[in-house]
């Protein structure tokens, strides 16, 4: 008898949907939805590094993606539906009421940005993270310490205190906050009240500073210290956490209509997308699986005992159970991938906003980044191309620091445009090799290297030149949604499929569909070229 299970994807910009046959790991439907008030560009301000999303967005497209997946599927898979799990973005949070309403859903909040999701990537924080940095690394206790040493401006508690001091209404109506992958399994199970809600290991492990060792999260008397506006948001909060796979409970009827689903469904625990596409692109201990998207975040998984008194610095954290339960989860990452060429496409094509319709400018700009590729690809390795540093955001991992920017270095008269792009592919590269020659200087080994995501099944150029820069072979999973189904997987798992993620894995997953090898000339160009790019990113 075949046993459905949807996995639901919430991206940076859009959600997916996919419905599995979760016996065998095949994709029955999918549907994608953008977010209508993002896609505008409603309640953001990049020269401000302010990206804020509506909650509204979430439910109304969530809905869509739902009922579209399941009219695509054979008649009836809607009564057969037996779990559903949940990624997001992260770190993601949102000022919530008693109840667990996000702030901009009350009237009177609901075009105040301050009461929105604060976006992953929102840096209007950099000075409450350097405050956190400054106080842990006099703390009797550095709460920091298993999120790589360094607070970065991308997590929670910079974000909710930047923003308990900028906006004093929502400061007077904020009860709690919640996470965006924590709030989207208490939505389908009608538990939404702050003190009571599962929360999500992996989200409170890698950007709140929840660890067991300190009891929780950070004490009362280490946020009041920070800033007394945290008074009493501590205990408003949560001390247990929950991995993946913890069913959170039970479709509730409101939202089964919602839906269009029947039958009883299970409703896994919420993580953050890297880490459920890591077991959706079938990570092993010691692989290094790259998410490849507008940023990366680079996943790697380790035994305990492997991990007993390790502590990498300049990560995003290492966490019990994070990606895989049952193993340490390692996060690193870019604050900016997809989005470098995103940028510099934006910027050679600025022109057409005044000279052509919408629908012209997109056709002529995908023509555009066709025409840098192929251009780029037919240069040689040689001085003539820029370096440049891959700091477009910030930097994420190594040693966060959202302060930085990028640079380019050896522009002259002949620099072209293809030059260029090929300079800002390589910076990205070289910011990748950062994060794998970390983890082995603190003597974490990296071994196969796995890549999901838009970037990795779309540009065998980019891919070319990661393999070369890395100097190792690059796997790409062959799901073209393994965020997706690494939720289906954990639906699978939560709805009593199967007895743990390993046998969800086993039996669900869909293998690699390329390999990227390393050409030993160019890698040895690299070699000399990376030097250079760590001296200009000193």
């Not at 910079?158 to 709690?176: G, N």
């Not at 302060?403 to 620099?415: K, Q, R």
């Not at 007895?499 to 000399?528: H, R, S, W």
Request: proline letters at 5%; glycine letters at 8%.
């Amino acid at each position: 008898m075949e046993k459905y299970v949807i996995g639901l994807d919430f991206g940076t910009d859009s959600v997916r949907a996919v419905i599995v046959n979760a016996l065998n790991g095949k994709e029955i439907s999918s549907a994608v939805a953008w977010y209508p008030r993002w896609k505008q560009g409603l309640f953001c301000d990049p020269l401000k590094n302010q990206y804020r999303q509506h909650p509204q967005d979430y439910l109304d497209t969530m809905i869509q993606v739902v009922r579209e997946a399941v009219s695509a599927a054979p008649e009836g898979t809607g009564n057969k539906v037996a779990g559903i799990s949940f990624d997001t973005t992260g770190s993601t949070p949102v000022f919530v009421d008693r109840e667990g309403t996000p702030l901009a859903l009350k009237p009177e909040f609901c075009d105040n940005p301050n009461a929105m999701f604060i976006l992953w990537k929102d840096h209007t924080a950099i000075a409450e993270a350097a405050e956190i940095n400054a106080l842990c690394s006099k703390w009797p206790i550095d709460y920091s310490k298993f999120e790589g040493g360094i607070y970065s401006s991308e997590w929670v508690w910079a974000k909710t205190l930047h923003v308990l001091r900028a906006d004093e209404e929502v400061r007077k109506a904020a009860w709690s906050w919640v996470e965006h992958c924590d709030w989207m399994p208490a939505i389908l199970t009608g538990n939404t009240v702050p003190e009571t809600l599962i929360r999500s290991r992996c989200a409170a492990g890698h950007k709140a500073m929840w660890h067991e060792e300190f009891g929780g999260l950070p004490s009362e008397e280490f946020l009041v210290t920070l800033d007394p506006l945290l008074a009493l948001f501590r205990r408003r909060l949560f001390t247990k956490t929950y991995p993946a796979d913890y069913k959170v409970g039970t479709l509730v009827p409101e939202w089964a209509e919602k839906l269009g689903l029947t039958g009883e469904v299970s409703i896994g625990a919420g993580a953050f997308d890297a880490h459920i596409g890591a077991v959706g692109g079938g990570i092993k201990p010691y692989s290094l699986l790259r998410v490849m998207g507008t940023s990366t975040c680079d996943m790697l998984v380790a035994p305990y005992g492997d991990m007993e008194g390790k502590l990498v610095r300049g990560i995003c954290g290492q966490v019990d159970g994070s990606v895989v339960p049952g193993l340490i989860g390692l996060e690193a990452g870019q604050s900016a991938f997809g989005d470098v060429y995103a940028w510099f496409k934006k910027m050679i094509s600025w022109p057409l906003q005044f000279l052509a319709d919408d629908e012209e400018r997109n056709r002529i700009t995908d023509i555009i980044l066709s025409k840098l590729t192929e251009q780029a690809s037919l240069l040689p390795d040689d001085e003539s191309i820029p370096i440049a540093t891959d700091w477009f955001n910030g930097r994420r991992t190594p040693d966060a620091d959202q302060s930085v920017t990028a640079t380019i270095s050896g522009l002259t008269l002949g620099t072209d445009a293809p030059m260029l792009f090929k300079s800002l592919v390589e910076a990205t590269a070289f910011g990748s090799r950062a994060i794998a020659e970390r983890f082995k200087e603190e003597g974490v080994p990296v071994g196969e290297v796995i890549a999901i995501g838009g970037v990795a099944k779309k540009s065998p150029f980019v891919m070319q030149i990661l393999a070369d820069v890395m100097n190792t072979e690059i796997k790409v999973a062959s799901a073209d949604q393994a965020c997706a189904l690494g939720a289906a997987m954990f639906a699978a798992t939560v709805a009593g499929i199967y007895a743990n993620i390993g046998e969800a894995m086993t039996a669900m997953e869909q293998g690699f569909d390329a390999v990227y090898y390393p050409d030993p000339v160019k890698a040895a160009y690299y070699d000399l070229k990376y030097q250079k790019y760590k001296a200009l990113a000193v």
